[in-house]
């Protein structure tokens, strides 16, 4: 996600410019608007600041924001976003689980060693 233009190389979108966090929730926000085929002008901005779908502190004032998120997506380049999307969040879920793992397996061996060394003594 960390280019759209990777996936979308005839739009322009200029996300990345736009928020400091590609990743963030803001960021994914703006890519749903732009994967639904919504139009993104001042109302549609409006109403995503009131319900915090976008942050305050993107980098881009609104009027930025707003030249920004427009550009034209085929449904082509829309599903393709969305399939990359889904492999990411396949992705983070897997690091995610290998991080708990690994964790888990630290603080085994931790209490082991703790055990080990309080009957040695």
């Given at each position: 996600?960390?280019?759209?233009?990777?996936?979308?190389?005839?739009?322009?979108?200029?996300?990345?410019?736009t928020?400091?966090?590609?990743n963030?929730?803001?960021?994914?926000?703006?890519?749903?608007?732009?994967?639904?085929?919504?139009t993104?002008?001042?109302?549609?901005?409006?109403?995503?600041?009131?319900?915090?779908q976008?942050?305050?502190?993107?980098?881009?004032?609104k009027?930025?924001l707003?030249?920004?998120?427009?550009?034209?997506?085929?449904?082509?380049?829309r599903?393709?976003?969305?399939?990359?999307?889904a492999?990411?969040?396949?992705?983070?879920?897997?690091?995610?689980?290998?991080?708990v793992?690994t964790?888990?397996?630290?603080?085994?061996?931790?209490?082991?060693?703790?055990?080990?060394?309080?009957?040695?003594?």
């Open positions: 996600m960390a280019n759209v233009s990777t996936a979308c190389p005839t739009g322009v979108f200029h996300l990345s410019g928020v400091s966090e590609i963030g929730k803001s960021a994914r926000n703006l890519l749903e608007v732009l994967l639904s085929g919504q993104f002008d001042e109302t549609k901005y409006e109403q995503m600041r009131a319900s915090k976008i942050s305050g502190g993107l980098k881009a004032s009027e930025e707003i030249e920004d998120m427009r550009g034209i997506m085929t449904p082509l380049q599903r393709m976003m969305r399939e990359l999307l492999h990411l969040k396949e992705l983070n879920e897997h690091i995610w689980n290998l991080d793992k964790a888990l397996i630290a603080v085994f061996f931790r209490i082991r060693n703790r055990r080990f060394n309080f009957h040695r003594f």
